[in-house]
């Protein structure tokens, strides 16, 4: 057999229809083994005899299987789920705090699992992102850094992970970005050179990364861009060249001279 034929339970027991405890809900056509079945290992199995039959996932809160109790959380009443926010799995503790009211999730801003709280920090109201600013694991500082405002990222500007910093420079206000300017990560300064105002650019011409030389040539006032012309990089000497081109620099030309019109002479 495939794993995809077997009907085992989670101890890797063969499943007998005969000794379930529901087995009459296989006469009502409300599961099917193989296909929606409690006791089977796999969750999509326990997820749709869940779907056909959310009455009974009150019953199996406490199952001893894991995925059994995560996918009765996302049916059971609601005043069930507090005590699951305690389960030794991940997977529980997160279908229940996702349906509870908001507070409840700052109890899990510190759960032992990095999957758990970067859902939770999805969840929060900035007030109570604050403790999550400085979180071990970079990628829950990078959702926190995506949803609060000017006030806690300017707490983030000098994370140690650059992908933070460069969310931060993403969005923090305009007027922060010159503070960033000389970041150690060229992914960071070029979001900076990205939204820098372009009479502040000129800090900029020698960043040894061609994107952001390459976004000061093309954004620069034209008057300070002619010692970019001997870049390193073609492209931003294509850049400079096609701004400084004659077709690119308005003329101002003399009026033309307007000969008399010469009159024929009639005898």
């Known amino acids: 057999m495939t794993d995809i034929d077997e009907a085992v339970d989670w101890r890797g027991q063969v499943i007998s229809c005969g000794t379930c405890a529901h087995a009459a809900l296989q006469a009502a056509g409300r599961c099917r083994l193989r296909h929606a ?3 089977d290992r796999y969750a999509r199995r326990i997820d749709r005899f869940f779907t056909w039959n959310p009455e009974l996932a009150n019953a199996h809160v406490r199952h001893p299987h894991f995925e059994v109790r995560a996918i009765a959380a996302k049916h059971a009443d609601i005043f069930l789920l507090p005590p699951m926010l305690e389960d030794p799995e991940e997977a529980v503790r997160w279908n229940a705090v996702r349906r509870l009211p908001r507070r409840y999730a700052v109890r899990l801003r510190d759960d032992p699992h990095r999957e758990v709280r970067i859902r ?5 109201d900035e007030a109570d992102l604050i403790p999550m600013v400085r979180d071990p694991d970079y990628y829950v500082r990078l959702m926190v850094a995506r949803r609060v405002g000017p006030g806690l990222l ?11 910093r460069r969310m931060v420079a993403v969005r923090a206000p305009v ?4 503070r960033m300017a000389a970041d150690a990560d060229a992914d960071v300064r070029y979001e900076v050179s990205k939204r820098l ?21 093309s954004r620069l006032p034209v008057a300070q861009i002619a010692d970019l012309a001997g870049d390193e990089d073609i492209l931003v000497r294509e850049m400079v060249a096609s701004r400084l081109s004659p077709s690119t620099i308005p003329l101002m030309l003399e009026p033309p001279i307007l000969e008399p019109p010469i009159l024929e002479v009639v005898s």
Not at 157 to 164: A, G, L, M, R
Not at 175 to 178: A, N, R, S, T, Y
């Open 120 to 124: 939770v920090a999805a969840l929060l």
């Open 37 to 39: 079945c409690v006791n």
């Open 154 to 164: 300017a707490r983030m500007i000098e994370d140690k992970e650059p992908e933070v």
């Open 197 to 217: 105002p372009g009479d502040l650019l000129a800090r900029l011409k020698r960043d040894p990364d061609w994107r952001v030389r390459f976004e000061v040539a």
């Open 175 to 178: 007027e922060w970005l010159i």
